[in-house]
């Protein structure tokens, strides 16, 4: 027997295949947009696969924070989606609404998050009901995954308008992520904690090769007992889930 890993309930996604004819920043944008997204699903893979074996209020407790930490990390993903690179695409392309797709898709799941994320802020260990927790993963779930899914292909079709243009309009929201008011505690350690250096040579790690060891020997410290639920090391290593029931 063994355990399920984060590449299920929802499969990650591939790089983009079938490209031909398509430029080469358009396609390393949407490679850059499928690394991102397949972080979003590991660490969802991750809490959809152990919520449910969880019995004793500190393992409660460390996993309430990691559920925070994803709900921040999504959050701020689309926030910077929709206010700095949904913008830029308009701006460049001169087709005002050009993404109003991927915003309605925004829209259709934002309200269940808020509700997830107020639920994980606020309920205590000894609160904890998992029958509620599930049915608030349920009402964002498939609205959430349609859109990461969706969007790839979306940003495949933006070619037309300059694959230059998308790229760098990507790298400029990217810089204003890590700009921002990031709690480097939380965001960073959940992040690092789902990227599979192993899955595909083209959704590599990003960043400098320091960033693992300050999120391993500094920021991690804070909550570390929440990054048990991760599904990879900091430094891109599968590693077992260790609330995962083992398959037959």
């Known amino acids: 027997m063994t355990k399920p890993w984060a590449d299920q309930p929802f499969a990650l996604l591939p790089s983009p295949t079938n490209t031909d004819g398509i430029s080469k920043e358009t396609v390393e944008t949407a490679t850059l947009m499928c690394f991102a997204h397949n972080i979003i699903f590991r660490t969802l893979n991750a809490i959809a696969l152990q919520y449910a074996q969880l019995t004793l209020p500190t393992d409660i407790s460390d996993f309430l924070i990691y559920c925070q930490c994803f709900h921040e990390m999504v959050h701020e993903h689309h926030h910077h989606e929709e206010t700095d690179f949904f913008p830029a695409i308009e701006a460049y392309s001169g087709e005002k609404g050009i993404m109003d797709t991927n915003l309605e898709q925004h829209h259709a799941f934002e309200e269940?998050?808020?509700?997830?994320?107020?639920?994980?802020?606020?309920?205590?260990?000894?609160?904890?009901?998992?029958?509620?927790?599930?049915?608030?993963?349920?009402?964002?779930?498939?609205?959430?995954?349609?859109?990461?899914r969706e969007e790839i292909q979306t940003l495949l079709d933006l070619d037309k308008y300059g694959g230059e243009k998308l790229r760098k309009s990507f790298d400029d929201m990217e810089k204003k992520i890590l700009k921002g008011p990031l709690d480097a505690y939380r965001v960073l350690p959940v992040a690092l904690?789902?990227?599979?250096?192993?899955?595909?040579?083209?959704?590599?790690?990003?960043?400098?090769?320091?960033?693992?060891?300050?999120?391993?020997?500094?920021?991690?410290?804070?909550?570390?007992?929440?990054?048990?639920?991760?599904?990879?090391?900091v430094f891109g290593k599968p590693k077992q889930l260790p609330f995962a029931v083992e398959e037959k």
């Open 112 to 148: 269940g998050l808020k509700r997830f994320g107020e639920y994980v802020y606020s309920v205590k260990a000894e609160e904890w009901d998992r029958g509620g927790f599930k049915g608030l993963l349920d009402s964002f779930l498939p609205a959430l995954t349609t859109h990461l």
């Open 193 to 233: 904690g789902s990227i599979d250096s192993t899955y595909d040579k083209n959704q590599q790690q990003p960043f400098p090769f320091f960033v693992p060891y300050l999120s391993q020997y500094w920021f991690s410290r804070r909550h570390r007992g929440a990054w048990r639920f991760s599904p990879c090391t």
